[in-house]
């Protein structure tokens, strides 16, 4: 010990023979003194197939400072008044140096323990080609060494979540500069997320090892350095939730990029604005950044037309060539305004993985995409398109819907295997919204790409518009006995009270009635004119009635039209524009009585052919959890086989005004559509009830022209388990921010209400509320009578405290036993994430857990955070895991933290499985659940947990212990 406490200069080697007690500590003596304005270094050696733990715990006035340097890339500089910190470090050393400032009040305390790397590690390799796509790793993919085999040289990359507080666990992910282990210290993933920037190997080669495995939300980018040529800055970029993100780039010695990385297939990322000085350009990637890899490019030229944008996949590059930009990031579509519709727009639709080359690893290619405005009043406009790239082997379909809410005008473009289609040539047809839905059940599908433009509609096309309707309406009154004087003379006689409609010799053309109502203004018929139109349907063929009526004096217990359907159901019709009616053999009738309301009257209709019946065919079985669920939108129809019965509910779309089109929706009782029809999607909705086969078949089909239905979804069960339910209601939430209450009627037996996964951020739904009586049973599914897939029951009188509520899986069932319930719905995550209360109980479950299979739809994150004060409020969380699927590699994180410090975190996988039904406790502010399958097959987990006061006497606190004792901080 030299006269300042400590050396000028010290070399520190393990003992030898080394083991896994093999310790230095310094200070070795107990009263060493430490003078001003002194330096102290050491050098610490490390064997090959070694690390080292360095534990440093100082004091240090102002002015001291302690440094750790491992080369090449890896400083830090501690400067706090105490630092207490677990540094990690590989062969061949490190240095420390110690600054003791211009005071004697100092004090450093460390020690450094060798320890061997594990033995017979599973090794993964991935080759990097140049100019390919990018690999992505997760924390738990690091757990064992990664070697990648580049063409060039091995660039990596570090995204983390923006959770700060976990910087620090990037220490223990170490990168290697060669093949192994044994190669070249090269940095860690806290150097690299430090420096914003690449670390790039020297050579060919490179290894990333988690020495000490602690779960993180970060991800690592790596591929071929190729890809970076001429890049002066790269960044990666977090988006969260529902969050808009400005990102200023700037690139004045070099290509400037910001990446983005996503994991969750029910998220997208949408550029929302891109603000260029001129001359400059903003690139867009997918996967990598090669020629072929480049998706779009916004100047000053088109910035404004091009953009919103969705974009989808896992990675994707945002490239400034010059200059300065701004850009306006989220990855919520309501954010984004991305299903506004604007003349002058320009864009594109993909599949949600399309440029991504790796077929083999089976990445889902379904997407949907819509822009426009569901509304009766919609803007009218042009929309353009052309298929530039399709993949349409095995069962891959392409499905483009051009519809118009005014006119009722609308275009269907399906392509499949064996319909091509018009190739890529551009199709335009006016409406008020372009829907395109790719789907493929094939695992290597490469998906679509598709180009669109918007326009203002042509002045043939706009006809009258909302405002001169409205005019019409306002003045009709004014000219009233004009209108009947001029019109009257041009409505057709109605001999014996009834007139026929047959297709006529050229079924392309549409049938008016009255001839001079041509889908503008339909004429005043005079009062007590009676009519039964009936439209004639041939077997084989259907007929489409789209209907208008007005009354200009309003209605009061008159009945002035009504509408008969096949099935001879009645429909009664007061005012409306352009409401569609379906028939199918032998038809149906119109009755029009104009009484003395001075009705306006007009319908035009339209036959069409069926197609060859080339069903869809599933089975439903009793002890399926899980219903079968189709879009009611389909081209083809769907043939269902139960063991008993079949039992169908049907959920509406999201807009009212879509609802008439369930009425092309036809409902068979048998194995086709030469079997009975038992009535149209649009009564079973409207009858708060399921309809049910006589026997084991039912036949659904959309009738052409086969009107877009919006999110319509059709749900097929075995009657044996739904036979007990009286009221059954099919539920769609309109507004993800709050769905409304649905009410249930118990009083004739048991009720029930079925919902189906909806666009939100998150993918869950959530029960903010109870009232009524009775005992609601939630079903991850259908309901069953094994109760299988049951996940919650609640006492709907006594669950203030259970409540609110997250809900997960494709399909949710709510069953009421008891006279009548009221449920509040949300798909708003924050009303169960921030939701804290002491005597609060829940449960976190993963994605498809109780669904009664394996799937690789497992993955969740969950929190529960105390609600924010200026002193913080702290919970006992007490959790206990009663089910958790481990094969595969498959990961349970739990973290509870203090004011940022963990005070309990551990990370389950198969070989460090958590004891079921065992409960724990810790104290903390916030309570955090991860989830991870990567992708394989499980069958989830579940924990319960309960909010708890905290108490400073309370006994059970757990504490994360990590194998190596380390306290990251």
Aim: with cysteine; proline share 4%; glycine share 6%.
């Amino acid at each position: 010990m030299t006269e300042n406490g400590c050396p000028l200069f010290e070399e520190i080697h393990p003992a030898v023979p080394m083991n896994s007690s093999s310790v230095f500590v310094f200070p070795n003596e107990t009263n060493s003194a430490v003078l001003a304005n002194k330096t102290c270094s050491w050098k610490v050696f490390i064997p090959d197939n070694h690390f080292a733990i360095l534990y440093v715990n100082a004091t240090l006035p102002f002015g001291s400072s302690i440094i750790v340097t491992q080369s090449p890339n890896h400083t830090e500089k501690f400067l706090d008044v105490h630092v207490e910190v677990a540094l990690l470090f590989v062969a061949p050393s490190l240095d420390i140096s110690w600054f003791s400032g211009n005071s004697s009040e100092g004090k450093l305390d460390f020690n450094v323990q060798w320890q061997e790397y594990p033995e017979n590690m599973t090794v993964k390799d991935y080759t990097l080609e140049k100019n390919g796509r990018s690999i992505v790793l997760e924390h738990e993919d690091t757990y064992s060494p990664v070697v990648f085999r580049a063409a060039t040289k091995v660039s990596i990359f570090c995204l983390t979540e923006n959770q700060s507080d976990e910087d620090s666990y990037l220490r223990s992910i170490i990168v290697f500069d060669g093949p192994d282990l044994r190669s070249p210290y090269l940095g860690s993933l806290y150097s690299l997320r430090q420096s914003r920037s690449q670390l790039v190997s020297n050579f060919s080669t490179a290894t990333i090892f988690s020495i000490v495995p602690i779960p993180t939300h970060h991800h690592v980018i790596v591929q071929d350095a190729s890809m970076y040529q001429n890049i002066s800055q790269i960044t990666g970029l977090s988006i969260h939730g529902s969050d808009v993100e400005t990102v200023n780039m700037e690139a004045l010695s070099g290509k400037s990029v910001v990446f983005t990385h996503i994991d969750n297939v029910l998220v997208d990322e949408y550029l929302i604005s891109v603000e260029l000085e001129d001359g400059a350009e903003l690139q867009v990637y997918f996967e990598g950044l090669s020629g072929t890899q480049k998706v779009a490019v916004y100047t000053n030229s088109n910035n404004r037309t091009h953009l919103p944008q969705k974009l989808q996949g896992r990675v994707r590059y945002y490239v400034l060539t010059a200059g300065n930009a701004t850009l306006t990031l989220t990855r919520d579509k309501w954010n984004a305004d991305w299903e506004k519709a604007f003349a002058g727009r320009r864009g594109f639709f993909t599949s949600r993985y399309w440029k991504h080359d790796e077929r083999e690893q089976g990445l889902q290619q379904d997407s949907f995409h819509f822009i426009g405005k569901e509304s009766k009043n919609a803007t009218a406009y042009t929309f353009s398109y052309r298929v530039l790239e399709t993949d349409l082997s095995a069962d891959s379909s392409l499905h483009i819907v051009v519809s118009d809410n005014a006119q009722r005008m609308h275009y269907y473009d399906h392509r499949s295997a064996y319909e091509k289609g018009d190739g890529d040539k551009w199709i335009s047809h006016s409406g008020h919204s372009i829907s395109v839905v790719y789907s493929s059940n094939y695992e290597r599908s490469s998906g679509f790409l598709a180009e669109f433009q918007i326009n203002f509609v042509s002045p043939s096309f706009a006809g009258v518009t909302a405002a001169r309707l409205k005019m019409f309406y306002f003045f009709s009154l004014l000219f009233l006995f004009f209108l009947i004087g001029w019109s009257t003379a041009d409505i057709p006689a109605c001999n014996n009270g009834a007139s026929q409609f047959d297709p006529p010799a050229n079924t392309s053309e549409y049938t008016w009635y009255p001839n001079n109502f041509t889908g503008s203004l339909p004429p005043l018929f005079p009062n007590n004119f009676n009519c039964i139109y009936h439209i004639n349907v041939p077997q084989g063929w259907s007929a489409t009635v789209i209907l208008t009526v007005n009354m200009t004096i309003p209605p009061d217990r008159a009945v002035s039209v009504s509408v008969y359907d096949q099935t001879n159901q009645r429909e009664v019709v007061y005012i409306t524009t352009d409401e569609h009616f379906f028939f199918i053999a032998n038809g149906g009738k119109i009755q029009l009585n104009s009484r003395d309301a001075n009705v306006q009257f007009g319908f035009v209709v339209k036959w069409w052919q069926n197609l060859l019946f080339d069903p869809f065919h599933k089975n439903v079985t009793i002890n399926a959890p899980q219903p079968t669920t189709y879009w009611a939108f389909s081209t083809s129809p769907y043939q269902i086989k139960a063991e008993t019965r079949v039992s169908l509910v049907v959920t509406p779309p999201i807009d009212d005004n879509m609802l008439q089109y369930l009425r092309s929706i036809i409902i068979y009782d048998g194995a086709d559509w030469n079997s009975t029809c038992l009535g149209t999607a649009l009564q079973v909705y409207n009858s708060n009830k399921q309809i049910v086969s006589s026997g084991q078949y039912m036949t659904v089909q959309q009738l052409r022209p086969y009107y877009s239905t919006g999110r319509t979804m059709l749900i097929f069960q075995d009657y044996d388990n739904t036979k007990d339910i009286v009221q059954y209601q099919g539920v769609v939430c309109a507004n993800p921010i709050y769905c409304g209450q649905v009410t249930m009627d118990g009083s004739q037996g048991i009720a029930a209400v079925s919902t189906v996964f909806e666009y939100s951020l998150s993918g869950a739904e959530y029960i903010t509320g109870l009232s009524g009586s009775g005992i609601l049973d939630v079903y991850i599914g259908g309901k069953t009578k094994s109760k299988a897939n049951l996940i919650a029951s609640y006492d709907v009188n006594n669950s203030a405290l259970v409540l609110p509520q997250e809900f997960l899986g494709y399909v949710r069932t709510y069953v009421l036993t008891g006279q009548s319930a009221s449920i509040n719905l949300t798909q708003n995550s924050q009303d169960f994430l921030n939701s804290g209360a002491v005597g609060r109980k829940g449960f976190i479950a993963s994605r498809s857990y109780k669904t009664g299979q394996s799937t690789y739809l497992q993955d969740t994150f969950d929190y529960i955070r105390a609600p924010y004060q200026q002193n913080a409020v702290v919970f006992n969380y007490k959790f206990t895991i009663r089910a958790a699927d481990f094969v595969n590699n498959a990961t349970l994180s739990v973290v509870v933290t203090k004011n940022g410090k963990d005070t309990y975190r551990q990370l389950f996988n198969s070989t460090n499985a958590p004891s079921l039904n065992n409960e724990v406790s810790a104290l903390g502010d916030d309570f955090t659940v991860t989830y991870k399958a990567y992708g394989y097959p499980t069958t989830g987990f579940y924990l319960d947990f309960e909010l708890l006061k905290s108490s400073s006497h309370y006994g059970l606190f757990v504490v994360l212990v990590i194998s190596c004792v380390l306290n990251f901080v």
